[in-house]
């Protein structure tokens, strides 16, 4: 009896655990669809690129001279700082005293040179009859001729010591040589100046031009005429354009770069001489080319390569697509081949996609700005024009 029972214990039980088992197909939880993952995309469509050369420069005065002294004495007077001056304005001087005293005696020099000349040119005159009807002998004619050729030297040499004279009392009155502004002072009033002692700087700001150094490998890119953009970051200054109005022949062997010369308008004077620029020149126009952002491209194994979308089905796909680069420039990079117009290249969310990849298109951009950040273009061909209102 016992064993029956044991038996029938073991039977329920049996028959308990074996229920849910066969009911396993109606429980099980279904399978999860495939993760779609968020992107936004830019439609390509051919654009022109400039292939850009990025140098640093410094901003250069065209007109900047230190005057220097011609001539010896005490410095009387001088500009102040700051003060702007126009050509042939006296911009300092030095006491004229002692060189005004050697004018007036060499003047009178000249006027007792000028007297004798005259007396041997009349006693020239009046014996040469004389001489011709043989009353007076060749050698009294020939000291007359002599004594005329002395008086005439010695007019000579007092004019040219009047003319010294009077030009170093010019030199007295030190004049600006450009239009420009007293930058520096490097004597002051009461000092002692000799020839080629710095009495001031001037400076034109006005008109200024950036130098910087090219590298060799330019050196057949960049000519007179080039368009370049100037910047000027530290200074809060806005971007400015200009040309090169120079490009050196001879290469540095230090830095084998050749200089090059930008003139830019300064009008208002904000650029000033010693600042650093950057500067962007054009190198090449690249026409109907396909550019997308460099961080758009990712680094592979087999290379670069970019993830571009796809309908498949109804559904968007992403797949990789191998893509070989040219030219690049402020995060913009043209593609040169594996891309086509039209297409959609993923811009953002790209790190996380996998090649087939479902996606959906949260943004779709039409171009990108000068920095190469994906905007929107609106069409204007296809606006409506607003209607005027007549009042």
């Known amino acids: 009896m016992k064993i029956q029972y044991i038996l029938l214990l073991g039977c329920i039980f049996w028959f308990a655990c074996a229920s849910p088992q066969g009911n396993s197909d109606s429980s099980e939880s279904p399978a999860l669809p495939f993760e779609t993952k968020h992107v936004e995309v830019l439609r390509l469509s051919p654009t022109a690129f400039n292939e850009i050369i990025e140098l640093t420069g410094t901003v250069e005065a065209k007109h900047d001279v230190i005057v220097s002294s011609k001539t010896t004495g005490t410095l009387e007077a001088i500009a102040a700082l700051g003060q702007t001056v126009r050509i042939g304005q006296v911009i300092a001087n030095t006491e ?3 060189i005004r005293a050697s004018v007036a005696q060499a003047e009178a020099q000249v006027n007792n040179a000028e007297a004798g000349l005259r007396i041997a040119e009349d006693s020239y005159t009046r014996q040469q009859p004389l001489f011709a009807d043989s009353i007076i002998s060749p050698l009294e004619f020939a000291r007359l001729e002599t004594t005329l050729e002395q008086a005439r030297s010695a007019l000579a040499q007092a004019e040219a010591v009047y003319e010294q004279v009077a030009r170093q ?15 520096a002072r490097y004597v002051e009033p009461g000092e002692q100046v000799i020839p080629g002692t710095q009495v001031l700087r001037l400076v034109d700001a006005r008109n200024v031009r950036i130098a910087a150094g090219v590298p060799e490998r330019y050196a057949g890119d960049i000519e007179v005429g080039t ?3 100037i910047r000027l970051p530290t200074a809060g200054i806005s971007p400015r354009t200009g040309r090169v109005i120079f490009a050196g022949s001879v290469i540095d062997p230090a830095s084998r770069s ?8 300064n009008t208002d004077e904000r650029l000033k ?7 962007a020149i054009v190198r090449l126009t690249i026409e109907d080319a396909l550019v997308i952002p460099g961080n758009a ?8 390569s970019i993830f571009v979308v796809e309908n498949h089905d109804g559904n968007h796909v992403a797949l990789s697509r191998e893509v070989s680069l040219g030219a690049e420039y402020a995060n913009q990079v043209v ?10 290249v993923v811009v953002r969310g790209q790190s996380t996609l996998a090649n087939q990849d479902l996606v959906s298109i949260d943004q779709s951009f039409s171009g990108l ?3 190469g950040v994906p905007i929107i273009i609106e069409d204007s061909s296809d606006s409506t024009p607003t209607p005027e209102i007549e009042l």
Do not use: C, H, W
């Not at 050749?258 to 308008?265: H, R």
């Open 96 to 98: 004229d005293e002692l």
């Open 169 to 183: 009392l010019d030199y007295t009155s030190i004049q600006a040589p450009i239009y420009g502004k007293v930058e």
């Open 227 to 229: 368009l370049v953009e």
């Open 258 to 265: 050749f200089e090059v010369n930008v003139e830019v308008e």
């Open 273 to 279: 001489p010693e600042m650093i620029a950057e500067l």
């Open 297 to 304: 491209v990712t680094r592979t194994e087999n290379g670069l």
């Open 335 to 344: 593609i040169t081949s594996g891309l086509s117009a039209s297409e959609q």
């Open 369 to 371: 700005d000068e920095y």
